[in-house]
């Protein structure tokens, strides 16, 4: 969802495929160069500067003589920036008419591009290398499990497919199905948490509007994005009825516990007192008020969360209040 929401620019690809990725990135701005030597000078930068090993791929049945990208022997978070500015340097070192030295000179610089990495999705969710721990990214995003708000059993999906030639035929039309499989899957109300570290992504960020426009997409894609397994199956299109967006000055809190005894029917209900309960204790007994809290909601089952923030908002009023706080806040603490 974040590739609709952000410019591809300021997000991040993961691949083994970094050669092939680079070398787009090269002949894109010069589709002229010959591309055996293209591929030879982007593995060098990637592998003599940037210190990413590189392996040949395993070889497929029937493929032919044509040169094959290296790949890197691990996936690699790497944003789109950094394959821009590391396709400058590979057309400077073909260019210099000595890749090798030229690239062993600039090795530093070559470093410092991969190293400082500001997509908003690297910076969000993360970046370890084994291999080189100076190109590791620190999280500033952590994302819990969803569980049941009530207690759940586990349910069954029989399926069968016929086939329609043999059903058609006088003479097999009781033979049976053709196929047949069982799908585990179970109905209930949903408690989703996440938390970002907004600090620690304008950190990595260096921008206060870049890290407010990336909490707000956070929020959006985290509330509104839908798994896509088994969608064709149970048409799992549901938006959530209930989000509660709090912005403290103190620590992340997690108000799972509210959930540890299964809510009983009517569970959107019984789940939002619950879960209101919870948030007030903890901001009474631990002094850990938010400095801001807005309410999503949908229904009369879930008003008891108005009480968290004096009303309800609206989708796009929510996202708007969190990006210009945010902006506001880390512009103050700059000051």
């Given at each position: ?65 044509e040169k094959r990208f290296e790949q890197s022997t ?262």
């Amino acid at each position: 969802m974040f590739r609709d929401l952000l410019d591809p620019k300021d997000l991040g690809i993961r691949t083994k495929r970094v050669v092939e990725v680079l070398v787009e990135h090269v002949l894109d701005k010069n589709p002229q160069l010959d591309h055996d030597v293209v591929i030879d000078a982007a593995g060098q930068v990637l592998k003599g500067g940037a210190g990413i090993k590189l392996a040949a791929p395993r070889a497929k049945k029937d493929a032919d003589n044509e040169k094959r990208f290296e790949q890197s022997t691990y996936l690699l978070f790497l944003g789109n920036r950094q394959y821009d500015k590391l396709s400058d340097i590979v057309l400077d070192a073909i260019e210099s008419g000595d890749v090798k030295a030229f690239v062993a000179k600039s090795k530093k610089d070559i470093k410092k591009i991969v190293a400082d990495d500001r997509s908003m999705d690297v910076a969000l969710f993360g970046r370890m290398v084994a291999d080189d721990t100076d190109l590791n990214v620190d999280a500033s995003a952590q994302v819990a499990h969803a569980i049941s708000v009530q207690a759940v059993d586990p349910e069954s999906d029989f399926f069968t497919a016929v086939d329609d030639v043999k059903q058609d035929s006088e003479e097999e039309g009781d033979s049976g199905a053709a196929m047949l499989g069982e799908v585990e899957f179970n109905a209930a109300t949903f408690y989703r948490y996440a938390n970002v570290d907004v600090n620690r992504l304008d950190d990595t960020l260096g921008d206060a509007d870049a890290t407010a426009k990336a909490v707000r997409s956070f929020v959006e894609a985290f509330s509104e994005s839908m798994p896509q397994g088994k969608i064709n199956s149970f048409a799992h299109g549901t938006l959530p009825e209930l989000i509660v967006v709090n912005v403290r000055d103190s620590q992340a809190v997690n108000l799972v516990g509210a959930f540890e005894r299964p809510v009983r029917p009517d569970y959107v209900e019984n789940a939002t007192k619950a879960l209101v309960t919870r948030q007030q204790e903890f901001d009474k007994v631990y002094g850990i008020a938010p400095v801001k809290t807005w309410v999503v909601r949908i229904g009369e089952d879930t008003k008891a969360a108005d009480s968290l923030a004096g009303g309800s908002s609206s989708m796009r009023e929510m996202l708007d209040g969190v990006q210009e706080l945010i902006s506001a806040r880390i512009a103050q603490e700059q000051e």
